[in-house]
C-alpha cells in the first residue's frame, strides 16, 4: 500500500492535469473541482469530476461506473505504471 500511495504522489499533478482535461473534453461547461488543499487530493478530485462527467454524458443514470473504473478505462489500466500520464479518450462514445 505503501508504494501504490508514494507512487500517487509522485504523479498527482499530471493526473490531476490529465483529468482536468478529460473532465473538459466530456462536459462543454465543466464545473471544476475546488482546491482540495493536496496534490494528491486535487488528483482524486479532478477523477471524480472527470467519472461524473462521463455519467452524465453516455449514462442519463445507466452507466453506473465507479471513478476508479473510468480511471482505469481512461488510462488503460496504467494509472499508476511508469511513464509520462497519456490519456487519448474518444469522446463520441464510452471506452
Do not use: H, K, Q, Y
Amino acid at each position: 500500500m505503501r508504494g501504490w500511495l508514494r507512487r500517487f504522489a509522485a504523479r498527482a499533478e499530471a493526473l490531476r492535469a490529465a483529468f482536468t482535461s478529460v473532465l473538459c473534453a466530456l462536459d462543454p461547461d465543466p464545473l471544476l473541482p475546488a482546491p482540495a488543499g493536496t496534490p494528491g487530493g486535487d488528483a482524486v478530485a479532478a477523477i471524480v469530476a472527470a467519472a461524473a462527467a462521463a455519467g452524465r454524458r453516455w449514462g442519463g443514470g445507466a452507466l453506473v461506473l465507479s471513478p476508479w473504473e473510468v480511471a482505469a478505462a481512461v488510462t488503460g489500466g496504467r494509472l499508476l505504471a511508469p511513464g509520462s500520464v497519456a490519456v487519448v479518450i474518444n469522446t463520441n462514445c464510452p471506452w
